[in-house]
C-alpha cells in the first residue's frame, strides 16, 4: 500500500470502532514490566471525554499549577497563571471531545494543588498515549517577548532561558523517577530505553504541533526548546509542557485570556493532536 493510501487509511481510522492502543490487559502488563508498577484502580480519576470506544488513543490535557501554587501573575489585571491554563486545558478538551475521534481527559477540572510526579502519574494511570502540559509565561524584564513556546525533556536545557523556565516550574515538586521492581539494573535500562524513546516521540509531536497549529495562533521563532522538566519525565509517555503566550505581554495577555483565543488554541491543538495519532498509525501499519 502506498503512504498516501496509507495515511488516508489512517485517517479514516479515527472514526468510530478503530482500536490503536493494545487490550487494557496488554497495556497493563507492558507498564508492569517495564516501570514494575501494579496496577490500579482508576475510579478515583478524572471522567475520560470524547471517543466512547475505551481502545481509542488517549491525550491528557494537564492544566499546569493550581491551588496554592499560582504560577505567574500577570501584571495586567493580577490574574493567575493556574486560572487560565484551566481555562485552555478546558477549552482544548472541549475542542477534541466534540470531534469524537480520539480520548481526552484532564489532571485536573477545579482550581486545587497537584504535585508534579502526580500530574504524568495521572496520566500514566490512565493509560494516556499523548501528554500536554498547559501553562503560560512570563518575562517581567522583556515586555516584548511574545507567542507560544513547545518544551520538550532534556536533561540539558537548549539556552538559559529554558533552564530557568525548568528551576521555575519544577519547585512544585521533587524528581524523583518510576518505582523500580527488585532487578533494579535491568528496569533502568527499559525505563531508559522507553524515555529515549518518547523524547524522540516528544520532539516529533513539537514540530506537528507548530505545522498544525500556526494558522490559528502565534508561535515565538525559537518555538521548540528542551529542559529537564519534572512534569514531561514519564518514561512512556510523549509529553510537551506547551506555553500559550506570555502574560507579561499585553497583547498575548488579552489573546489568551479571550474566548477567541482560547478556542483558537484549542482548534490548533485538535488538528496536532489528531495528525499525530494517524501519523502513529501510518508508523503502525508500515
Do not use: C, W
Not at 32 to 39: E, K, V
Not at 106 to 118: A, F, G
Not at 202 to 225: G, I, M, T, V
Not at 250 to 268: F, L, M, P, V, W
Request: charge should be negative; glycine fraction near 6%.
Amino acid at each position: 500500500m502506498g503512504f498516501l493510501a496509507v495515511l488516508l487509511s489512517a485517517l479514516i481510522s479515527l472514526a468510530p470502532g478503530f482500536a490503536l492502543r493494545p487490550t487494557p490487559e496488554a497495556a497493563d502488563a507492558d507498564v508492569t514490566i517495564a516501570l514494575g508498577g501494579p496496577a490500579r484502580d482508576n475510579s478515583d480519576l478524572a471522567p475520560v471525554a470524547g471517543a466512547l470506544d475505551p481502545e481509542r488513543p488517549l491525550v491528557v490535557i494537564d492544566a499546569g499549577h493550581g491551588g496554592e501554587d499560582p504560577g505567574a501573575t500577570s501584571p495586567f489585571g493580577g490574574r493567575y497563571e493556574k486560572d487560565v491554563t484551566l481555562a485552555l486545558a478546558r477549552a482544548i478538551r472541549d475542542e477534541v471531545a466534540a470531534s469524537a475521534r480520539v480520548r481526552v481527559a484532564l489532571t485536573r477540572d477545579d482550581d486545587k494543588y497537584i504535585d508534579l510526579r502526580d500530574r504524568y502519574t495521572i496520566a500514566r494511570r490512565l493509560g494516556a498515549d499523548l501528554f500536554i502540559s498547559v501553562h503560560a509565561d512570563a518575562a517581567p524584564k522583556n515586555d516584548a517577548a511574545h507567542g507560544a513556546t513547545i518544551y520538550t525533556l532534556s536533561e540539558v536545557a537548549s539556552d538559559r532561558e529554558a533552564a530557568l523556565l525548568a528551576a521555575r516550574e519544577n519547585r512544585s515538586g521533587l524528581v524523583e523517577g518510576a518505582d523500580l521492581g527488585a532487578n533494579a539494573g535491568v528496569d533502568r535500562i527499559l525505563i531508559d530505553l522507553a524515555q529515549r524513546e518518547s523524547m524522540n516521540r516528544s520532539a516529533d509531536f513539537a514540530q506537528l504541533l507548530k505545522r498544525e497549529a500556526s494558522p490559528f495562533f502565534p508561535f515565538r521563532p525559537d518555538y521548540h526548546r528542551f529542559a529537564s522538566l519534572i512534569v514531561l519525565k514519564a518514561p512512556d509517555i510523549p509529553s510537551i509542557l506547551f506555553e500559550s503566550g506570555y502574560l507579561t505581554n499585553a497583547r498575548d495577555n488579552a489573546y489568551i485570556h479571550s474566548a477567541e483565543g482560547q478556542k483558537q488554541i484549542a482548534t490548533g491543538m485538535r488538528r496536532a493532536i489528531e495528525a499525530h495519532f494517524a501519523k502513529e498509525i501510518v508508523a503502525s501499519q508500515s
